[in-house]
């Protein structure tokens, strides 16, 4: 669908409220000016009753080979989940990455259509990554509000997690899933990726307020959401600031590779964020997980 169908029925989605402001100063911050913002999706819409996928009998799933990697599609009553475990993939020193597609498509459309499986290798990171069911417009129900459910799915399929850092990264309308698991005590970084809608009081709890923020480190990216994000942004002090993202890990600098919060604005347009394969590659060298050899 194009990026101009999409953008049209964000525009009719009700805004969600903004969460409180922390206390940090901005002054200090100086970002890149923007467009106005696209509305965001209706968080707060009401939506069809969850369906939970938390029972104990085993899932089905099939397995082949995708971009030289294992991938396993996993059958659950929330939807298609999908696996990709990467050539040399160590499980003792692995993460976990997982990638929320955004609006119009689901996890089956998002793995096929954007080459997720390409983009995962190209980033040489020692991951389980995995692609699960989201909400695909307003009206949509939140496939899995609690990440441990998700995780135990996967459990279910015969698959093992791996004990290093989680890694989420959503798109667009992904912000409704990813806000649900701030709390998550296993997840050690966020990567919004034009994903800066609505719900930034879970994003102030999870890099601000909440107990484990100092633990936290979150990559917002704005295109369309740029104004948003970017006042996201400049409600931190510690936040670190660029125009554009670089064309390979090398072209960040020492302090944005370690930025507890880095604001980029693309000169990617929404879509191509997640389909052009010169985002998510780079962005997810900026993790705490280990590079493969």
Do not use: C
Not at 54 to 82: S, Y
Not at 97 to 118: C, F, N
Not at 273 to 293: E, Q
Request: cysteine-free; charged content about 25%.
């Amino acid at each position: 669908m194009k990026l101009s169908v999409v953008l049209a029925a964000l525009l009719f989605a009700t805004p969600a409220l903004a969460g409180d402001e922390p206390t940090s100063s901005s002054s200090e911050l100086v970002l890149p000016g923007d467009d106005e913002p696209t509305a965001p999706p209706d968080e707060t819409a009401p939506t069809p009753e969850t369906i939970k996928d938390d029972g104990d009998g085993r899932l089905e799933k099939t397995e082949d080979t995708v971009a030289g990697g294992k991938h396993f599609r996993i059958k659950t009553r929330a939807g298609a989940v999908h696996v990709w475990v990467p050539p040399d993939y160590d499980r003792s020193t692995a993460g976990t990455v997982v990638y929320v597609h955004g609006y119009w498509t689901d996890a089956d459309g998002a793995w096929r259509e954007y080459g997720l499986a390409k983009q995962f290798r190209a980033s040489h990171q020692n991951a389980l990554f995995i692609v699960p069911d989201a909400p695909q417009n307003n009206d949509d129900t939140v496939k899995w509000p609690a990440l441990t459910d998700l995780r135990k799915a996967i459990a279910r399929a015969n698959i093992v997690m791996p004990d290093g850092p989680v890694i989420v990264m959503g798109h667009s309308g992904a912000f409704r899933t990813v806000m649900q698991w701030v709390d998550h005590r296993l997840v050690e970084q966020i990567i919004l990726l034009d994903a800066m809608y609505a719900g930034e009081s879970a994003f102030d709890e999870f890099i601000g307020k909440g107990k484990r923020a100092d633990e936290h480190k979150l990559i917002v990216v704005g295109a369309d959401t740029a104004q948003g994000s970017e006042g996201f942004a400049k409600k931190y002090k510690f936040a670190v600031a660029r125009e554009k993202m670089p064309t390979s890990y090398g072209g960040f600098s020492k302090r944005e590779k370690r930025a507890k919060l880095l604001y980029i604005r693309s000169q990617f347009d929404h879509m191509s964020l997640v389909t052009g394969g010169k985002v998510i590659p780079i962005l997810l060298r900026l993790t705490p997980l280990k590079s493969l050899s």
